[in-house]
């Protein structure tokens, strides 16, 4: 499973940003399999923190600061994970990374950069 990230780039600060992370060449059943994937960012200095995840059975969780603005999303005909970012602001500047968990792997994307400019 290889996980390519898109979407990144510059935002102002109350915009929308839409990321994806999808993995053409893996078959359904494989990203049906997925027991959970997630979104992580890591800003310049921090550590690496989790931002939102979903379940098989699309269960989301998300971190307290993005709550009500972002989410989080299967696409399973298309076999991706999506996060739609609304309402952005400076501090979700990062790179922001996917992952997805099946029984015995951990699977993670190349990351993509959101700036949020004020």
């Known amino acids: 499973v290889q996980l390519q990230a898109s979407g990144g780039g510059l935002v102002q600060a109350g915009g929308s940003l839409r990321l994806s992370c999808a993995s053409p060449?893996?078959?359904?059943?494989?990203?049906?399999?997925?027991?959970?994937m997630g979104w992580y960012r890591q800003a310049p200095g921090n550590p690496r923190e989790l931002v939102a995840t979903?379940?098989?059975?699309?269960?989301?969780k998300y971190v307290d600061s993005v709550k009500g603005r972002f989410t989080i999303s299967r696409d399973n005909a298309r076999k991706a994970l999506r996060l739609q970012m609304n309402s952005v602001k400076p501090e979700d500047t990062a790179v922001y990374y996917c992952?997805?968990?099946?029984?015995?792997?951990?699977?993670w994307g190349q990351g993509t950069l959101v700036t949020v400019s004020s």
């Open positions: 979903i379940t098989r059975s699309g269960g989301t």
């Open positions: 060449r893996t078959i359904l059943s494989v990203f049906a399999s997925m027991n959970e």
């Open positions: 992952n997805w968990k099946s029984d015995r792997d951990d699977y």
